[in-house]
């Protein structure tokens, strides 16, 4: 029987009524779940979540990724607590500004400066300003095998999502494919590229000799290499996918779990390049980043206790262990019950997403539906399996049981040849499309 939500089916019709979309962000729009299974969230403690409605659920891909210590963690809650008491924002920047990009880059060692702002969008579009004034170039090649930059027209222009942008905007964007130097080089053969901007890993790791091959090929062509940790930030390692794989992009955008939920994000880089945005430059001056918000006492109070929980508790091996725990189980639930080759887990065990694939072996958004309406009602939420440091061995261990009975299920629709009967209405949809 499906979960009861009908506080949270009204409060929906509430949210569109008000709320272009019904959310703030795209990736939490009521499409993206089963119908009339989009619960309204009340709370969130840990790794757990309360809709409207009272029901309990283990949650994943907390915060779109960004909540990866669990919700209200109490080292976090307190230093921000410590902050609203004294002032958030002020006429001038306060010593914890200081204090924050002194821990940051302590963290992230190889950056020589950063600056703070409140969300993603504002630090990549960022760094592909500098880029574009530090090289004198206009274009701009973002990794065409990676969903998302930033809301900004430079890249939201190369989506299906591309109404009100003008042509001449997207024309300056160009792709270049991941894993592959042969094609990169080919698109910066032209002399105009101003930066190549990619996650150094998402899904696959690169293999060896590939990220050091592409910031030498972007340097032979007079590019700049921007790495965008939004989620490869703190999940990889403390100092994100560049600590691990040891190449030194000249810039890097992070966010998302620097802040556990609070806002809070960050470009970093060398002090040569930053420098163009500063005071302290004899070149044209770059509006590099100007925020009323970017630098509010509390949110880099909390990205400073999220760094010291990271560094002091071993936050990203627990990550990769309770992500290496829950992808053994569900592969082993899914094969047990027949549906190995069409219920699929991927990526590294702290970024983990599933896939759900249909008779012939293709993706498939009704199986999407079918097994998402399953979790779900086993009390499980999340379009992903991205775990947070928050859960505990018995809420994996939980979630491979919903995980396997969802899959009984799957091997029913597989056997019919047709998931109609089990996907209740229509069929979950991308989150990038021309219309709604």
């Known amino acids: 029987m499906d979960t009861p939500m009908l506080r949270s089916r009204k409060a929906n019709q509430r949210l569109h009524k008000l709320i272009p979309g019904g959310a703030h962000t795209y990736a939490k729009g009521d499409d993206q779940f089963p119908q009339g299974m989009a619960p ?113 027209d430079w890249f939201i222009g190369t989506t299906p999502m591309s109404a009100g942008i003008p042509a001449c905007t997207t024309a300056m964007t160009v792709k270049f494919p991941y894993g592959d130097l042969a094609a990169t080089e080919e698109v910066l053969r032209g002399g105009d ?64 779990a620097l802040g556990n939920g609070f806002a809070v994000s960050a470009l970093a880089g060398r002090r040569e390049v930053m420098e163009q945005g500063g005071l302290r430059d004899s070149r044209e001056r770059v509006f590099l980043l100007s925020t009323t918000h970017g630098a509010e006492t509390h949110s880099l109070a909390a990205a400073m206790a999220v760094m010291e929980t990271y560094a002091e508790e071993g936050i990203s091996a627990r990550l990769h262990a309770l992500g290496t725990r829950l992808a053994d189980g569900v592969r082993a639930a899914a094969s047990g019950m027949g549906v190995g080759s069409h219920v699929l887990v991927r990526g590294r065990a702290s970024n983990l997403v599933f896939a759900t694939l249909d008779e012939n072996l293709r993706p498939s958004p009704e199986y999407r539906t079918l097994f998402m309406r399953q979790l779900i009602s086993g009390g499980v939420l999340g379009p992903s399996f991205v775990v947070s440091s928050a859960l505990s061995e018995e809420d994996i261990d939980r979630t491979i049981d919903v995980v396997a009975q969802a899959c009984v299920v799957y091997r029913k629709a597989l056997d019919a040849g047709d998931p109609s009967t089990w996907v209740g209405g229509r069929a979950v949809k991308p989150a990038f499309r021309r219309y709604a």
């Open 40 to 152: 309204v969230i009340s709370h969130g403690r840990g790794a757990h979540v309360w809709d409207i409605d009272d029901n309990e659920y283990i949650e994943y891909g907390s915060g779109l990724r960004s909540v990866s210590l669990g919700h209200a963690h109490p080292r976090v809650i307190e230093a921000v607590r410590r902050e609203l008491v004294r002032g958030s924002n002020f006429v001038r920047p306060s010593f914890l500004e200081i204090e924050a990009a002194e821990r940051f880059l302590a963290t992230v060692t190889t950056a020589e400066m950063v600056k703070f702002a409140k969300n993603g969008s504002d630090v990549t579009t960022a760094a592909v300003r500098l880029a574009r004034a530090a090289t004198g170039r206009q274009r701009v090649a973002v990794c065409q095998d990676h969903p998302f930059f930033s809301t900004d």
């Open 193 to 256: 590229v101003a930066c190549l901007i990619l996650e150094a890993s998402t899904h696959t790791e690169p293999a060896p000799g590939y990220l050091a091959g592409l910031r030498d090929l972007a340097h032979k062509y007079g590019s700049l290499l921007i790495f965008d940790e939004m989620i490869t930030g703190f999940r990889w390692s403390e100092a994100g996918a560049q600590g691990v794989y040891g190449v030194q992009p000249d810039l890097s955008t992070f966010g998302k």
